[in-house]
């Protein structure tokens, strides 16, 4: 089943599409209606998304004032994909594309999982990787990063780090993505000035997230959609610091006690040449 996930800037609105169809416009049939003062320049049956072999296909329905794809007016057919932006209108509505999908063979159990280095021996669940991207839609900037924690914030030390924030909104480390006890990648508040918001919602406990949500750092901080997620190859684990194994402590006695004894004498052949 194809998947589609529209969001308009001004109001946050979300539309999830699962049909093969969507259309926007002012009339009650539409799939994302528009009403009041910001439909104003959007016509009863304005733009068309249709899934086909190509993708998500966006088509103006000959409206009044037309349909704009990031910024350029649309004469024809657009392609879309996650991060675009769908104007109804010079001035009208803004749609951002959050997220498309298509539907795939179910892949088996395992298939994508990383090779065990150590069979029989289970793994935490707090210990897998995750490998994320993260669209920026007021910028169009996408973040990427993995690992088994991930920071957002402004500090140098964050796997997404936030520079371009001139406001005090966004904390040093405002946020992390980790995976929580059964698994998911959840995000958490790390203790911000401003809070933690997930699709308009505060975050208070750890969230899952899914593809599509949308991350707001400070109630009217930047806002990241979750444009890419997925399970990435196990990183080598360190090992906690704890009692040594009988082979290293005995080879350890063996080296200190080699330097302890003098240099053995080097033999010299004392046998006749050509014997």
């Known amino acids: 089943m194809p998947y589609l996930k529209l969001i308009e800037l001004a109001t946050r609105n979300v539309t999830e599409v699962r049909d093969d169809v969507a ?3 002012r009339s009650p049939e539409c799939t994302v209606v528009f009403s009041g003062e910001r439909a104003g320049v959007v016509s009863s049956l304005h733009l068309e998304i249709r899934y086909g072999v190509a993708g998500w296909l966006l088509k103006d329905l000959a409206s009044l004032n037309g349909t704009f794809l990031n910024g350029r007016r649309l004469t024809g057919e657009g392609l879309l994909k996650a991060g675009d932006v769908i104007g109804l209108g010079e001035t009208g509505p803004r749609i951002v594309v959050a997220a498309v999908a298509e539907s795939v063979p179910k892949r088996p159990d395992g298939a994508d999982r990383a090779p065990d280095p150590h069979p029989g021996r289970r793994m935490p669940a707090s210990a897998r990787s995750y490998g994320v991207t993260l669209l920026d ?3 169009g900037r996408r973040h990427e ?3 088994i924690r991930i920071r957002l914030g402004r500090g140098h030390e964050c796997e997404v780090r936030l520079a371009d924030s001139s406001d005090v909104i966004v904390s ?5 993505l980790a995976a929580g006890p059964s698994g998911a990648l959840v995000v958490r508040d790390v203790g911000s000035r401003n809070g933690t ?3 308009d919602e505060r975050v208070t406990e ?3 997230i899914r593809l599509g949500d949308r991350i707001m750092l400070g109630a009217s901080g930047p806002v990241l959609v979750v444009e890419g997620l997925g399970t990435a190859p196990q990183l080598r684990a360190v090992p906690a610091p704890g009692a040594l194994g009988r082979k290293s402590v005995m080879a350890r006695i ?3 006690v080699a330097k302890l004894l003098p240099p053995r004498p080097e033999r010299t052949n004392t046998n006749p040449p050509g014997r």
Do not use: K, M, Q, Y
């Open 197 to 199: 918001f997930l699709n």
């Open 145 to 147: 990063a993995r690992g």
């Open 254 to 256: 063996r080296a200190a």
């Open 23 to 25: 259309r926007l416009g």
């Open 137 to 139: 839609p007021a910028t």
């Open 206 to 208: 750890p969230i899952p």
């Open 172 to 176: 040093r480390v405002h946020a992390e």
